[in-house]
């Protein structure tokens, strides 16, 4: 498809299991970012990639948090033995590299993860 | 540290009726200033922004916004919304500046706009 893609879209878990966010985003974007939206919260920042340089992990919330990115490709989030305050929309977006401080991000839809 | 506050988490109003989604912010430096829209069942989407130049900025669909510096806000304002405007609104900023991390969005927690026939 044109836009960015996010799988799974709803993710239901038990405490302390692993999952595995997926975002494929536009082709040609070569920065990809990561936000958490919690209920009643604010989109939070968690992770930035460009390119092949080195990713900003600065908003990652803990150690079990962490994100991998082949090149310009496919993304996945990773959070391992989640924890309740980890339910939360996590929101992927892409941009050209020209645009990351412009705002003119496009962001899929999310994956919705409630831990129980 | 920048923080975003939206003082509306809901905004109700009937169709051709006024609409003002407020927003303000807390910087220590300069900011540039942006309005998402979410519309049901899909990804946030930039609306309209504010990076310098003429304070008052429009969107294609009627929305306006005007950067207030002294008083720090950013409103969304429309004259006459549609049922199709119905979604919910995020402000945002991030750092001009930023020492290269200007990527990093701030966000308020939104607003929803619900309009009615």
């Known amino acids: 498809g044109a836009g960015v893609s996010q799988s799974p879209s709803n993710k239901v878990t038990e405490k302390g299991k692993d999952v595995e966010l997926r975002c494929d985003p536009i082709s040609g974007h070569t920065a990809l970012y990561w936000y958490r939206q919690r209920l009643g919260q604010g989109l939070e920042f968690l992770i930035y990639f460009q390119g092949n340089s080195a990713p900003d992990k600065s908003g990652l919330p803990s150690d079990r948090f962490s994100a991998e990115r082949t090149g310009e490709s496919v993304s996945t989030l990773t959070i391992q033995r989640t924890q309740q305050e980890d339910s939360a929309v996590y929101l992927c977006a892409s941009s050209l590299y020209r645009d990351r401080a412009t705002g003119e991000l496009f962001f899929g839809e999310g994956s919705r993860l409630t831990v129980l | 540290a920048q923080s975003v506050t939206q003082l509306d988490s809901q905004v109700p109003v009937f169709e051709e009726a006024p609409v003002e989604l407020r927003c303000n912010y807390s910087?220590?430096?300069?900011?540039?200033l942006f309005w998402y829209v979410q519309y049901p069942n899909q990804g946030l989407q930039l609306l309209l922004k504010y990076l310098s130049g003429s304070t008052l900025v429009e969107s294609i669909n009627g929305f306006e916004a005007e950067f207030n510096k002294s008083q720090t806000s950013f409103h969304l304002r429309k004259p006459s919304v549609h049922i199709s405007d119905t979604a919910e609104y995020f402000c945002?900023?991030?750092?001009?500046?930023?020492?290269?991390?200007?990527?990093?969005?701030?966000f308020g927690k939104g607003t929803l706009l619900t309009v009615n026939p």
């Open positions: 945002a900023v991030s750092d001009q500046g930023g020492g290269g991390s200007n990527y990093k969005l701030t």
């Open positions: 910087s220590s430096v300069s900011v540039y």
